[in-house]
């Protein structure tokens, strides 16, 4: 859904923004800018479009492969992941298409031109480490208790049928 929401909202800033290349909404605020971003996030490293596809593809790839290996879960993982994936195709989407991204969010307190793709990605990494550092420690804390927990029961069913095996061998002898 992100990447389809984003390929919708650059296909209208392409055929309605692109002629005029700008829009103010809200005076020193916020603007409506067409740009065609031939670099990485911000601009930077332009003109590595296969490059970039590349390790796009490798970065989805290996978020969806985190995903189904370790098992993560939790809401705000799933919000993060759902965030990085559908902005990261959103951007590739442009990048084999049309060669470029198409950037139009120009907030005056922010220098580069972004779109939704990138805010997601952000927005998306940041709830990542959030998840990461903050649950997934409480949740492998929470396991590994578990573990430790269904380890001393196991022992301790052994204890009870090794002391009801003594007994049993005690009152054979007798």
């Known amino acids: 859904m992100i990447a389809a929401a984003d390929q919708l909202v650059k296909y209208v800033v392409y055929e309605h923004l692109a002629p005029d290349g700008h829009i103010t909404v809200i005076d020193?605020?916020?603007?409506?800018?067409?740009?065609?971003?031939?670099?990485?996030?911000?601009?930077?490293f332009q003109n590595h479009q296969w490059i970039f596809i590349?390790?796009?593809?490798?970065?989805?790839?290996?978020?969806?492969y985190v995903i189904v290996t370790r098992q993560l879960h939790g809401k705000l993982f799933y919000t993060a992941a759902i965030l990085v994936i559908g902005g990261g195709i959103g951007n590739l989407i442009d990048r084999l298409f049309r060669g470029f991204v198409i950037d139009y969010l120009s907030l005056s307190f922010f220098n580069p031109v972004c779109n939704l793709a990138d805010y997601c990605i952000t927005v998306g990494a940041v709830l990542l480490v959030i998840s990461v550092l903050l649950f997934q420690k409480n949740a492998d804390a929470a396991k590994a208790v578990e573990q430790t927990a269904d380890t001393e029961e196991a022992g301790s069913s052994d204890d009870e049928e090794d002391s009801r095996s003594t007994a049993d061998g005690e009152n054979d002898g007798e």
């Open 28 to 44: 020193n605020l916020f603007s409506l800018v067409y740009v065609e971003n031939r670099g990485v996030a911000f601009g930077m």
């Open 54 to 64: 590349a390790v796009t593809l490798i970065l989805i790839a290996g978020f969806i």
